[in-house]
C-alpha cells in the first residue's frame, strides 16, 4: 500500500499536514503489509521524520 496525505485537491503530501484520518486506515492495514510513502520530492527529511511519528502513533506502522 502507498500512503500519502492529501490537503484539499492536493495530493502526495506529507501525512500529518492535511486531511487524511491515518488511525482509520491504520484498521485495515494487516501486520505483514508492505507500506511505502508516495509524497512529493519537496518533503524535507525533518518533515518526513515527523510523518514517521505519526504514522506509527496511528498505528500504520511499526517501525522505521
Do not use: K, W
Not at 500519502?4 to 486531511?19: A, E, M, R
Not at 488511525?23 to 501486520?31: G, H, P, Q, R, V
Amino acid at each position: 500500500v502507498h500512503l500519502h496525505d492529501v490537503v484539499g485537491l492536493t495530493d502526495h503530501q506529507v501525512p500529518g499536514v492535511g486531511q487524511v484520518d491515518f488511525s482509520a486506515i491504520a484498521a485495515y492495514l494487516t501486520a505483514n503489509c508492505q507500506v511505502t510513502l508516495e509524497i512529493t520530492p519537496m518533503a524535507t527529511s525533518q518533515e518526513i521524520a515527523v510523518c514517521l511519528a505519526h504514522l506509527e502513533r496511528c498505528g500504520c506502522i511499526t517501525s522505521y
